[in-house]
């Protein structure tokens, strides 16, 4: 079985910062981002609307506005975000991690959603105002604004150790394992081959599996079919052409491997509870225009 860790994303760190830290505001928020993992702990600080984390490694997360949620680095993951939608983003290398943390390895940083412990909601508000104090700092950028940027870095790395911390001892940690490599190699092969009519045959020969335990462990694995997670990372990609692009929807399905287009709309209606027509037009007018762009109609 070929190992591939795809697909990867490549976190491009701030000059001088050691890290990534980025308000986004919601017209710069994509809809989907679909599975994909990198070497970064990420820590999303939702301010408005809602965003719905999907881990391999457990349940769906829904984080209201208000809540913190953090990704394991190399844990493979997907989001998406509902209109209105925006957030502070936090990357943290490993590398960086690992500096200043000798026991990374033997812990995970969990950080409740809408808990209604008096303790807990203390230590909540204390890290997002970390965050808020970062966002002033970085946005302000008052006289050695980089001296009072890593000062407040190394309390929230603080706060994560002390306030959401939990012990990993005696786990079988997730990235380490044959088993992860496997599932990195599933997600690769599905994005690279969706668009063709992948076999439960051909998927579970290539990970050198029995047709019949492939689909429990796929199922338990990924909490979903894998025809239904084929059929997931299509309409993440038709999703995206229907946002970029003036296609006509019949095309850009069947270029994204939908070769039945009733089966197409049903499974789109399924997920977005609207038509793809609808779809196209509320995303776009919830965008902001790029500078001197056109906008010509859609040939729908």
Not at 160 to 187: I, K
Request: proline letters at 6%; a negative charge.
């Amino acid at each position: 079985m070929e190992d591939i860790l795809y697909p990867r994303e490549i976190i491009t760190l701030e000059p001088n910062l050691d890290i990534v830290f980025k308000k986004i505001t919601a017209d710069m928020v994509r809809p989907f981002v679909p599975f994909h993992w990198h070497d970064s702990y990420e820590l999303i600080y939702v301010l408005t609307g809602e965003a719905v984390f999907q881990k391999i490694s457990g349940p769906d997360i829904t984080c209201p506005a208000g809540n913190v949620i953090c990704t394991d680095a190399y844990e493979i993951h997907a989001m998406s975000a509902a209109l209105g939608t925006s957030f502070i983003l936090v990357m943290l290398p490993m590398s960086f991690m690992q500096k200043y943390i000798l026991n990374l390895d033997e812990i995970r940083f969990q950080i409740p959603i809408d808990s209604s412990e008096p303790r807990i909601q203390t230590k909540a508000e204390y890290l997002k105002n970390t965050f808020q104090a970062m966002d002033l700092t970085q946005s302000e950028k008052p006289d050695c604004w980089r001296l009072r940027f890593h000062s407040l870095l190394f309390e929230l790395l603080y706060q994560l150790c002390h306030d959401f911390a939990e012990s990993a001892a005696g786990t079988a940690r997730l990235r380490h394992a044959a088993d992860y490599r496997r599932l990195q190699f599933l997600v690769s092969y599905v994005h690279k081959n969706y668009r063709e009519q992948i076999s439960i045959e051909e998927i579970s020969r290539q990970v050198h599996l029995q047709p019949q335990y492939f689909c429990h462990y796929f199922k338990k694995k990924f909490g979903q079919s894998f025809l239904n997670y084929v059929y997931e990372i299509r309409l993440v990609n038709i999703e995206t052409d229907l946002i970029q692009t003036n296609d006509p929807i019949g095309l850009i399905s069947e270029r994204h491997g939908f070769v039945n287009l009733d089966l197409f709309r049903q499974k789109f209606c399924e997920k977005n509870h609207c038509t793809p027509r609808d779809f196209r037009k509320k995303y776009r007018q919830s965008l902001t225009p790029p500078p001197d762009s056109g906008s010509g109609p859609t040939p729908e």
